[in-house]
Nanobody, 121 residues
Framework: QVQLVESGGGLVQPGGSLTLSCAVS????????LGWYRQAPGKQRDLVAS???????NYGDSVKGRFTISRDNAKKTVDLLMNSLSPDDTAVYYC???????????????WGQGTQVTVSS
């Protein structure tokens, strides 16, 4: 079984910063792309940021220059540093991982349970 456990969400004031962390555990033969998505009430789930095993990053337009994604391949973790937060960043943030569980299995996509980020004064 594969598990993705997010942490670090909470309430922050506008202009503040927050770091989300996601730990991937379980049966993992190979860990590919890692990413963060978010979903605000009544809206679709959108990409926030992603990172390949080689460290190549991709960001959603609304967070470029404010958010930074990083990963630790040895620890199987992915972090999201969020700066200059605004109320528009309020959403549930989900960790996402592209994983090959065993040599004989198929590559599959996994999601964490989500962590709430609320930006409000």
């Amino acid at each position: 079984q594969v598990q993705l456990v997010e942490s670090g969400g909470g309430l922050v004031q506008p202009g503040g910063s927050l770091t989300l962390s996601c730990a991937v555990s379980g049966t993992i033969y190979r860990l590919y792309d890692l990413g963060w998505y978010r979903q605000a009430p009544g809206k679709q789930r959108d990409l926030v940021a992603s990172i390949t095993t080689a460290g190549i990053t991709n960001y959603g337009d609304s967070v470029k220059g404010r958010f930074t994604i990083s990963r630790d391949n040895a620890k199987k973790t992915v972090d999201l540093l969020m700066n200059s937060l605004s109320p528009d960043d309020t959403a549930v943030y989900y960790c996402n991982a592209d994983i090959l569980a065993t040599y004989y299995s198929r590559r599959a996509n996994y999601w964490g349970q989500g962590t709430q980020v609320t930006v409000s004064s």
